[in-house]
Structures are given as C-alpha cells and as structure tokens.
C-alpha cells in the first residue's frame, strides 16, 4: 500500500486534523485511501456492490476510531485491517459462514513458463476465477505486501497453508492464461 | 527471487486498480461522520422546532405580542395540557385535557408571552394573536385578553425559524411527565442518555442544535419535526426524526445534531430503537428492556433487568447489572463486566471481553477473539475464528473452535473443547479434561482430573 509509506508527518497532519472534527481532512484522508481499499475488498469479494458497502461501514468504523490514533499510529494500516476483516466476514456470509482454506501439502515453488506473457486485464480475470481461499491469500500476498507469516496471523491459518495456497493459487493463473491463450 | 508474474504485477500494481467508489459511498460516510462530530459542541438550550413561515414574519408577530407580563424576571411554570407537535401537514394530533397527563414545562423569559397548548401557529402574519388561536383550535378557550393569562408560554425572538412557507416556535427545556411507567423511544439518529431516579416523574430534555443557533444570518430550511411524543395511558412514546441537510446558503456544512436525555422513575419499562447516535441508559429496576441501536455505541450501566440488546455497528458495554441478558452483537466489541444472570450472547465480527459474572454463559462469535475472566457459572462458547482465552473460571467449560488458539488458567470446573485448528494451553486446571483437535499444539500444565485427549500434538 504505498499510500502508507508516505512521509509520516503528512499522514499524522491529516489524522490530528480528523481528531479535531475537520471535515476537509475526513475527505481528504478518504480521497487518498478509498481506491485501493475498494480495490482490496473487491478482490476479496468479486463484486462491486459489496465492495462499496465494505468501502463504507469500514471508514465510518475507522473514523469513529480515529481518537484512538496517536501521531505515530499507522492510520492506514488499521483501516486495511477493517476492510480486510469485513470483506471476510461478508464472504463468509455469503459462503454459510466457511471459506475454504483447506491445510494442503506444500508444494514447491513452481516454475512459469518462459513463454508466458501477463497482461492486466488477463491476470485480472484469472484472479476472479480462483477459488476464495487461494483468491484472499494471493491478494493478501501479491498485493498487498503481507508476509505468509501476516496472512496466516490474519486468516488464523498456518504458515505452511498460506504458502501452500499462494503456489496453487500461483499455479491456476498460470494455467487459466494458458487456457486462455489457447482459447483464443 | 520473485517470479514473473510477482514482478509483472509488482510493475504494474497501480493500474490493477481500477475500480472507483460509486459518490454515494462519501455521502453516506459524510453524514454519519459529520453527526458523530457534531457531538463534541454542546449547546444547552433544549428545543424543539415547530414550523412556521418566514422569519421575518415570526419577528412581526412576536413584536406585536410583547405586551404581557415584561416585568417578570423569573421562570414560568404553569401546567398545561399535553403539547402537541403539529407535523408539517398541520394534522392536529389531539388535545388531551385530562389532568393526569399534565405537562409543566419551565421556560426562561425575555421578550414574548403566548397561550401554549400548542406549538403550531399558521402563517398569518396580520391576524392577531386571538385569531390565530381560535383558528386552530376552535373549541378551545383560552384567556387571551386578560393582563395576565393563566396559562403562560415564553418565547424568544429566537426561537422562530423558517420553515418553507411557514413559521414555528421551538417548545423548550425540561418537559416533565407525571405517571409514566412505559417508555418507548423509535429514533432515527439522536444521542440518547437516560438515567432512572427516584423521582416518580419523567423529565424531557431534548437538544436539537441547528445551523441557525450557530449563525443566527443563515436562513434554514428544516424539513420536518425534529420530536414527537404521545401519551397513552402511563405510557409515553416518543419519536425522534432525522433531518437531512437542507441549507439555503451554499456551502453552508454545518452539523444538526440531536441529544435526548430522559430522567425517568427506576422501575419504567423501557424501549429504545436508534439509528445512528449513541445510547446510554444507566440505573434502571424493571422486567424488561429492549435496546436496539444500528450505528453507534452503547453503554449500559446498574440495571436490574431482563435485557435485550442488539448492537449492529458499535461497541457494546454492560456494566454492574443483573437479570437476563440476551445480545445480538454486529461488528464493535462486546464488553460486559460484573453482572449477576445468564447470558447468551452472539456476535459477527468484533472482540468478546466477559468478567466477573455470576451466571452461565453461551456466546457465539464469528470473527473477534474471546475473553473470559471470572466466571462462576458454566460457560459455552462458539467461535468461527479468533483466540479464546478463560481465566480463573469455576464453572464448567465448553468451546467449539474453528480456528484460533485456546488458552486457559485456573479453571475448577471441567473443560471440554473440541477445535480444528489453533494451539491450546492448559494452567492449572483441577477439573475433568476433554480435547479433541485436528490441527495445532496442545500443552497441558497442571491438571488434576480425568484425562481424554485426541489431539495430532500432545505435549
């Protein structure tokens, strides 16, 4: 999220200015994370209506929050922890309460084709198509920048089964764009 | 080593975004956001708007009323009837005379006297004041011509606003009930503080802050009554209505906020269903009380009562309380701490703190860790993800687990947990164990009682 990484002053200017009712610094702050936390959820969630809900209750739940943030408080970081905690629970909802992250043998790290040629729209595509558990984990790595070890925190996984799900999730892509490319 | 495609979406991360926010998303935000902020600037004047017409109308006929009683300096209080709040078609709800549903209501004074009984004066700016009354209750008779009414309402200047095409009055600070044993309260979005007492009457305050208090040269437009209330026997309703940003001058951002604090007699049964805005109700004795808040905190403090309460958005905390306790919890934190009763509790997203409780226990959680502190009752608990953790517990013990780690010290009573995955850890415990685990550690220190164990790691 490389909004976060920006200078800290800036981000804690804009966080004191929340804190004192500033409604300018409540639009500014949304303007400059509501992108690609909606882009985060929808990964999560495949659709964008849910993912405008996410959007939402996440910063009317982190904005209510904000006194709780000290200067040197990672604003951003907690509010990605919100989106990503909602986008969950909507698609466990939405699953009868169970996403299916299933303890897999690891397997290695797979090799890609030489030949192989990524296009956006294309890798887009192929990520929808995955099934939920390697979809979160895969958005949650790719992404999102988490390590095995913060998604399995998050997910309340192990280790073993992030990786494990990122290289099968890794491996379905490669094999979709193949699919495709053949298709076409 | 990154692989190609890390790298090609590490190139191009940016343009994997593409989506926007649909613009009603910072609406909704915004006025949730803006209401919450609102809170933090008090006004003391308790008001509520009638409408009328023009300001400058209101001004006409509050002047030409200025007659009666200028030298008195001290607060009114006279009882009159049930006050009426007219809606914005001018319905007349209704007239109640009966003296068991008096209302005194105390009001400073300054420039302007009228007959109360209603809070609804039709525009008609050349009319003199008996007109007007006469025509909108016909069949009532009021002292109108007398130096000195029996019946006496002050007004400030002030207090007229606009509405549309209309005029109104605001009716003001602590309205007081007497014999009221029920009290439902159906808001849209108001902060709402109650507080029993021993008094056996019901005192109103209602805070209704408008842009026009904060600049008195902006013209506002409100759209509807802010507050109703209704008597019915011993019970008293009363519904507070939202109004949406409704501003004439451009650019005008201001905030409307609405407060209703009730001091109410300890044993009144209680009802209150919030929007947005928080809720907190403290030192009730009653059968029952259902709390229903979607958006904001609530905070629940020495009740004695069987409750019902439902938490859709915001954290909920009981505190020093007894009887029933039955809790939809939605996305805040559920903190309960010292109270004496059995309590089912179900929540979907957001942590579970419980401690100090005499009485069983029967949570469910899907997301959000689980805390339990002294509990002297049996305690069953379902969590779909997040930590459980028990200290110092007597009761007995029951835990289903999907995910997450479980963690228990001191308990007396037996333990039976049965988890997918998550480690467990066992401090000190004398009761009968039983654990089954598919995934995770277990670690047992110090137990005493029967063993059964099916665990893939046993340490």
């Not at chain 1, 408080?73 to 629970?89: P, Q, T, Y």
């Not at chain 1, 992250?101 to 192929?126: A, F, G, M």
């Not at chain 2, 049965?418 to 670690?443: F, W």
Request: hydrophobic share 35%; net charge neutral.
């Amino acid at each position: 999220m490389k909004l976060i990484t920006k200078p800290k002053i800036i981000e804690d200017s804009i966080i004191n200015r929340c804190k004192k009712g500033d409604n300018i610094a409540f639009e500014e702050i949304y303007n400059k994370y509501k992108k690609a936390m909606l882009n985060l959820s929808y990964r999560f969630l495949n659709r964008t209506e849910d993912a405008n809900d996410v959007l939402q209750e996440s910063f009317i739940k982190a904005f209510q929050n904000i006194s709780n943030f000290e200067n040197e408080a990672a604003f951003g970081s907690w509010l990605k922890r919100v989106v990503i905690n909602h986008s969950i629970d909507i698609l466990k909802k939405k699953k009868n309460n169970s996403i299916s992250i299933d303890q897999l043998e690891i397997i290695e790290e797979i090799e890609e084709p030489n030949d192989i040629k990524y296009d956006i729209e294309t890798v887009k595509k192929c990520i929808q198509e995955l099934p939920d558990g390697y979809r979160i984990v895969l958005t949650l790595y790719l992404f999102e920048d988490y390590s095995h070890k913060e998604i399995a925190n998050t997910l309340n996984i192990s280790e073993s089964t992030s990786k494990s799900q990122y290289n099968r999730a890794k491996k379905k892509i490669i094999q979709l764009i193949q699919d495709k490319k053949l298709d076409i | 080593m990154k692989s190609n495609l890390e790298t090609f979406v590490k190139e191009n991360r940016d343009a994997f975004d593409t989506l926007e926010p649909t613009s009603t998303v910072w609406n909704s935000i915004n006025s949730r956001i803006t209401r919450k902020n609102g809170a933090a600037s008090k006004i003391s004047w308790l008001k509520t708007f009638v409408f009328g017409a023009s300001i400058v109308t209101g001004i006409i006929i509050v002047t030409n009323f200025t007659t009666n009683n200028k030298d008195e300096k001290s607060k009114i209080n006279k009882n009159v009837d049930t006050i009426l709040i007219n809606s914005e078609t001018q319905e007349e709800k209704s007239v109640q005379k009966n003296d068991n549903n008096k209302v005194a209501i105390n009001i400073p004074v300054s420039s302007v006297n009228i007959v109360p009984d209603f809070m609804f004066i039709p525009e008609n700016k050349t009319e003199n004041l008996k007109t007007i009354f006469s025509q909108v209750y016909p069949n009532l008779e009021y002292p109108i011509e007398e130096k000195k009414p029996a019946k006496t309402l002050t007004i400030n200047q002030s207090d007229i606003c606009q509405c549309g095409n209309k005029f109104g009055i605001f009716i003001l600070n602590d309205t007081i009930f007497n014999g009221i044993k029920e009290i439902e309260i159906c808001s849209f979005n108001a902060d709402i503080n109650i507080i029993g007492g021993e008094d056996e009457k019901t005192y109103l305050d209602f805070e209704y802050i408008s842009p026009a208090e904060k600049n008195k040269k902006k013209i506002v437009k409100i759209e509807q009554n802010k507050i109703f209330y209704e008597i019915l026997g011993s019970k008293l309703t009363i519904s507070v209505k939202s109004g949406e940003k409704t501003y004439i001058n451009k650019g005008f951002n201001s905030i409307k906020q609405m407060k209703l604090d009730l001091r109410i007699p300890v044993s009144s049964l209680l009802s209150i269903r919030n929007g947005n805005g928080d809720i907190s109700v403290k030192n009730i004795i009653n059968s029952q009380s259902l709390i229903d808040n979607s958006n904001g905190d609530i905070k629940l403090s020495d009740l004695n009562s069987d409750l019902q309460v439902q938490a859709r958005m915001g954290d909920l905390e009981i505190i020093h309380s007894q009887g029933k306790l039955n809790i939809e919890g939605g996305l805040g934190t559920i903190s309960i701490f010292d109270f004496t009763g059995n309590i089912i509790s179900n929540s979907s997203n957001g942590d579970t703190k419980i401690s100090t409780i005499k009485g069983n226990l029967s949570i469910n959680s899907s997301l959000g860790d689980q805390e339990f502190k002294s509990i002297s009752g049996n305690t069953s608990t379902h969590s779909t993800s997040g930590d459980i953790n028990f200290y110092d517990c007597n009761g007995n013990i029951e835990v289903e687990s999907s995910l997450g780690d479980q963690f228990f010290q001191n308990i007396k009573g037996n333990l039976k947990s049965n988890s997918n995955s998550g480690d467990l850890k066992i401090l000190n415990m004398i009761g009968d164990l039983d654990l089954s685990t598919e995934l995770g550690n277990t670690n047992i220190e110090e137990q005493k009682g029967n063993l059964s164990i099916k665990s893939s790691s046993y340490v």
